[in-house]
C-alpha cells in the first residue's frame, strides 16, 4: 500500500545559492527512498522516514501556491527537484507526482535542475524542454548560462557488480548514461554528478579518467565529483550502513577508512582538493565542461 502524508510546504528557499547545483530553491515530492544506496546520508534522517516511502499528496497544490506568489513578486530562482530523495522512483511512475510538479514549474516558468539516478526522467523530456526554453533565469545569472533546465544523474561507481551492492535497486550506471545520449539527443542540458566517489573503490585518477570518458562519450554536457559523507550512529544512518558494507565486501579497506573517517564525517580537506583538481584535469583532458557555471 502507498503511504499518503498531507505536508504544510514543499518549497524551501535556500538562504544561499549552492554553486553546484545552482538551486536557489528544492523540491522533493516524496519522503523516503527505494533506491537503498548504502551510503545515503537521508536514509538515517527525517527525511528518510526508516527506508519507508511516503507520497506528500497535497505537493502540487501547495506548489502551485508557492510558486504563483513567487512568480508574482518576480522572486525567480533554479528549482532543484530531487535533493532529498529520488523524484523518479519506480513508484512515481504511477504516482506522475514529479512529471505534475514539472508541468506547475514549467507554468510559471521557474528553471530546473533534476537530480536523479534514474531513467524514468526520460519520460518527462517534453516538460523538460518546454521548461529549458520558457524558463525566466534570475538577474544574477542571466548572460552566465543559457539554459533553463538541467538533469544531472549521480554515479559513484561504475562496476556492475559493486553497483549492485551499493545502489542496490537503482537503475544501472550504464542504463543512466544511456539516458544522458537520449537527452542530449533531444538538446537537453544533463551532465554528471560524480557524487560521491568511493574512496578506495572509485577514486583514484585512472577510475576518474574512464568516469569522465564515459561521461563525455554518453554526451554529458558537464562533469563533477564529490566526496563521501558519513553521518550519524544509529542503525540506519549512512555511516552504519557504509561500514556494514565496507567490513563485508572490502575489510582489507577498514584500516583506511577508520584513518579518513575515524574522526570526522567527510575525508581531510586536502584529500578533497585532490579529489577535485583531478576530476577537474580530467574534464579538461576529454574537453567537458567541469561543473555547470
Ligand atoms: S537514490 Fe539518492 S535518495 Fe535514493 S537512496 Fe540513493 S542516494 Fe538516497
Redesign the pocket.
Known amino acids: 500500500m502507498i503511504e499518503k502524508v498531507r505536508v504544510k510546504s514543499v518549497l524551501n528557499r535556500h538562504r544561499k545559492r549552492d554553486e553546484w547545483f545552482l538551486d536557489d530553491y528544492s523540491v522533493n515530492p516524496y519522503y523516503g527512498?527505494?533506491?537503498?544506496?548504502v551510503?545515503?546520508?537521508?536514509?538515517g534522517s527525517r527525511y528518510?522516514k526508516g527506508g519507508r516511502v511516503q507520497i506528500k499528496v497535497n505537493s502540487p497544490e501547495l506548489l502551485e501556491k508557492q510558486l504563483r506568489r513567487r512568480a508574482y513578486r518576480e522572486e525567480y530562482g533554479v528549482i532543484a527537484v530531487?535533493t532529498?530523495?529520488?523524484p523518479y522512483?519506480s513508484l512515481e511512475d504511477e504516482v506522475r507526482l514529479t512529471r505534475k510538479i514539472l508541468g506547475i514549474i514549467a507554468r510559471y516558468r521557474f528553471p530546473v535542475h533534476i537530480?536523479?539516478?534514474?531513467t524514468l526522467v526520460l519520460r518527462d523530456a517534453d516538460l523538460i524542454a518546454q521548461i529549458d526554453c520558457r524558463a525566466v533565469l534570475p538577474d544574477d545569472l542571466e548572460g552566465r548560462i543559457d539554459r533553463g533546465a538541467f538533469v544531472t544523474f549521480?554515479i559513484s561507481v561504475m562496476d556492475e557488480r559493486m553497483v549492485r551492492v551499493v545502489?542496490p535497486?537503482?537503475p544501472l550506471p550504464e542504463e543512466r548514461l544511456r539516458a544522458v545520449t537520449e537527452l542530449a539527443e533531444s538538446e537537453i542540458f544533463a551532465g554528471i554528478a560524480f557524487i560521491p566517489v568511493l574512496p578506495f573503490i572509485s577514486d583514484s585518477p585512472e577510475k576518474l579518467d574512464w568516469m569522465i570518458w564515459k561521461a563525455k562519450e554518453s554526451g554529458a554536457k558537464f562533469c563533477f565529483a564529490g566526496a563521501l559523507t558519513l553521518y550519524g550512529n544509529n542503525p540506519d544512518d549512512c555511516r552504519q550502513t557504509y561500514f556494514r558494507f565496507i567490513r563485508k565486501y572490502h575489510p582489507d579497506l577498514l584500516p583506511e577508512y577508520l584513518k579518513m573517517y575515524g574522526r570526522s564525517y567527510q575525508p581531510s580537506a586536502s584529500y578533497r582538493k585532490l579529489l577535485d583538481r583531478t576530476a577537474r584535469e580530467m574534464c579538461m583532458k576529454h574537453g567537458i565542461r567541469y561543473r555547470i557555471l
Not at 551510503?39 to 536514509?43: E, F, G
Not at 537530480?115 to 534514474?118: E, G, M, N, V
Open positions: 527512498c527505494s533506491f537503498g544506496c551510503y545515503c546520508y537521508v536514509r528518510g530531487g532529498s530523495t529520488e522512483m537530480l536523479t539516478k534514474s549521480s545502489e535497486n537503482a
